[in-house]
């Protein structure tokens, strides 16, 4: 079974800083299948990053995706109120097919 | 970009089965895939399987022998069927389309409870 570490549980952080959120897998995934969601209370999931690195229509060059291997980062840049949140990473082609972390929230005070 | 919305009961007794249903607007399901996921608090987020416009299907293994994803005969909307309920299936229900090996987008989801 392919299993997603992600850390820190949570962040906090301020208006204007940056923060640094990690996905690690148990098995190499290649950068391609891998994707991260940002989650809003009472909201679904929207895509941030797929294929590692490459942002979805709409998101901000704030929000950047890097990592090889088994290690990968979600950083964002000058953080805004906004942002808060609980981010996803998600991987394809393990086992499960399609499987996820269990998220990072981020509180911006 | 396509909008997709789940519609189904909120309330299923167990033992029953499950049915959902996501409607797509604003495109058309005659390409791409299409995948039902789900969310419970102490599961997380669950890929549950995915539809080819062909038909084609693929499952997760833990829900394999009770989950059926089918396309209406309209190809404006798929739906999810999932047998003999219980209580671990209680979870908030999206439909998406896929984005390569992503998804996007997702529907608003629909939360649905296993009770008596």
């Known amino acids: 079974e392919l299993v997603l570490t992600q850390s820190p549980g949570t962040l906090s952080s301020s208006p204007g800083e940056s923060a640094i959120l990690s996905c690690r897998a148990s098995?190499?995934?290649?950068?391609?299948?891998l994707a991260w969601y940002q989650q809003k209370p009472g909201k679904a999931p929207r895509l941030l990053i797929r294929?590692?690195?490459t942002r979805a229509t709409g998101i901000p060059d704030r929000f950047r995706g890097s990592g090889s291997g088994t290690d990968f980062t979600l950083t964002i840049d000058r953080l805004v109120p906004e942002d808060s949140a609980v981010y996803f990473c998600?991987?394809?082609?393990?086992?499960?097919?399609?499987?996820f972390g269990p998220g990072t929230r981020v509180e911006i005070k | 970009q396509a909008l997709l919305q789940e519609s189904g009961p909120g309330l299923v007794r167990p033992s029953e089965t499950l049915s959902l249903t996501c409607s797509v607007s604003?495109?058309?399901?005659?390409?791409?895939?299409w995948s039902w996921l789900r969310q419970a608090p102490e599961r997380g987020l669950e890929w549950i399987g995915y539809l080819h416009f062909t038909g084609n299907t693929t499952y997760t293994s833990s829900l394999k022998n009770r989950v059926t994803i089918s396309l209406d005969k309209s190809k404006t909307h798929f739906s999810l069927t999932l047998t003999s309920v219980t209580a671990s299936d209680t979870a908030i229900y999206y439909c998406a389309r896929h984005r390569g090996a992503s998804f996007d987008p997702w529907g608003q989801g629909i939360p649905i409870t296993v009770s008596s």
């Open positions: 604003g495109g058309s399901i005659t390409s791409d895939y």
């Open positions: 294929g590692g690195y």
């Open positions: 098995q190499r995934v290649p950068s391609r299948y």
């Open positions: 998600q991987q394809f082609g393990g086992s499960p097919l399609y499987g």
